[in-house]
């Protein structure tokens, strides 16, 4: 770690501590320069100290209300952080602290504000799941720099400063009551490109599937996506892909065929899924191999088995079979096809869903169904027929359902195979 001691630092001293500098910062680049930036408890409302000022690349004025620094509230807790926008080769951290132009040191009263802060490199937004850069227990208000320089060769996104002064917690005689976020730079210098290390980030890395190398020595820090190994010299395995070989593959036709590096199902997916990781279940009613199948009549589109099909809660109304794709067989309908056709004048034109005679009935027989028998006195296709004499206003006691002809005997009077025939002599000779 390389920190700057200085007591008293006024403007026109920046000059002489960054020549101090210079000798480590000449050959990496200030990787912060005009990145978004962000604090907590921000003063709302004033522009002039915007988290943004602290990587503006101004530093000529290091006063509260100078428009070169960021302030915040005084609270408990104290959060900045500055977004790279991707992962950097960084080698160190450079931070210049609030002085309102004064003598830095015991004298100033803002550096208590500061004491006990800590910096971390971290690939999101959570401190804590980074790297923790340094952290300050060393420094009193006499020996804490108003530049402060540390080293920190890692790779991250964002850089994040924080200093807190919990409620129980008990801190050293010359801390604050609390603290604030009030930095009027902060410089990380490190490569733009990963893969690359050395003092002007030409060397690529020597391992040839690292993708972060040790900014300095070159010793590999993290492979590229589908390579583990200590000079990531294996390839993921065992239906895992990605970075650190954390990922699992998907549902892929052939596991042998899992891309180890993003995970793509290089020979398509097993059946029931889609997509080119194969993580997808087929939408609804599609099924099979790269759901190119249809479902069939299930009762439930929903309990079609995105697999193979099977209709788990049985079949729609006019269809059977695991797949619920074959109709019900000739003469039958209805929900597993449990259901008898009536007499329909084409047993072909039942419907398998609801039974109803698309052709109509059979004779003898009436209603969509056609399960109802004519009533008395009809009979023939759809009962429209009338079992009527020919010679006379009414009709035998019951007639054949095809023919007409009457099947019981004639009324009084009358005779022959449709009881057309008057037999006056037996009519008169029975009332004489």
């Given amino acids: 770690m390389l920190s700057l001691s200085e007591h008293s630092v006024y403007p ?108 971390y490199v971290s690939n999101t937004t959570d401190r804590l799941q980074g790297t923790l850069c340094y952290k300050d227990d060393n420094f009193t208000r006499d020996t804490i720099p108003a530049v402060f320089t540390t080293t920190c060769p890692v790779h991250g996104q964002y850089v994040i400063y924080y200093n807190e002064r919990l409620p129980g917690a008990t801190y050293p005689d010359e801390y604050s009551d609390y603290i604030f976020s009030d930095l009027c730079e902060v410089e990380v210098y490190g490569c733009y490109s990963t893969g690359y290390f050395g003092s002007n980030c030409s060397f690529p890395c020597p391992d040839v599937n690292c993708q972060y190398c040790h900014i300095e020595t070159g010793t590999c820090q993290g492979c590229m996506p589908g390579y583990k190994g200590h000079r990531c010299e294996l390839a993921c395995e065992g239906r895992s892909y990605g970075a650190g070989c954390k990922e699992a593959c998907g549902y892929c036709r052939d596991v042998n065929q899992c891309s180890n590096i993003n995970g793509t199902c290089l020979t398509g997916c097993d059946a029931g899924f889609k997509g080119d990781f194969c993580k997808t279940v087929c939408d609804r009613g599609s099924y099979g191999s790269e759901c190119n199948e249809t479902c069939g009549h299930c009762r439930d589109v929903n309990q079609c088995s995105n697999i193979n099909g099977t209709c788990l809660t049985g079949c729609y109304a006019g269809y059977q079979g695991d797949l619920c794709q074959t109709s019900c067989d000739r003469g039958s309908y209805g929900f597993e096809c449990r259901e008898t056709c009536g007499h329909c004048r084409d047993v072909d034109q039942c419907s398998n869903i609801n039974g ?72 008169t000779h029975i009332f004489i």
Wanted: net charge negative.
């Fill in 12 to 119: 026109h001293d920046i000059l002489s501590v960054w020549f101090c500098l210079l000798t480590v910062s000449q050959a990496y680049v200030n990787i912060a320069l005009n990145k978004p930036a962000y604090q907590q408890f921000p003063a709302l409302g004033d522009d002039t100290i915007d988290a943004s000022n602290a990587v503006d690349g101004r530093k000529s004025d290091l006063s509260e209300r100078g428009g070169q620094c960021a302030g915040s509230y005084p609270t408990q807790t104290a959060t900045w952080w500055l977004d790279l926008t991707r992962i950097h080769s960084i080698h160190h951290i450079t931070i210049y602290f609030l002085t309102n132009n004064n003598p830095w040191g015991p004298s100033n009263e803002l550096t208590k504000y500061f004491l006990g802060f800590l910096v």
């Fill in 356 to 427: 109803t005679c698309l052709t109509g009935c059979g004779a003898d027989f009436q209603g969509d169904l056609c399960k109802t028998p004519c009533p008395v006195g009809y009979f023939g296709q759809d009962c429209s027929e009338m079992c009527i004499n020919s010679y006379a206003s009414y009709t035998c006691g019951g007639c054949n359902d095809v023919s007409g002809s009457c099947d019981y005997e004639c009324p009084p009077g009358w005779i022959g195979y449709f009881c057309q025939k008057s037999n006056n002599l037996i009519y």
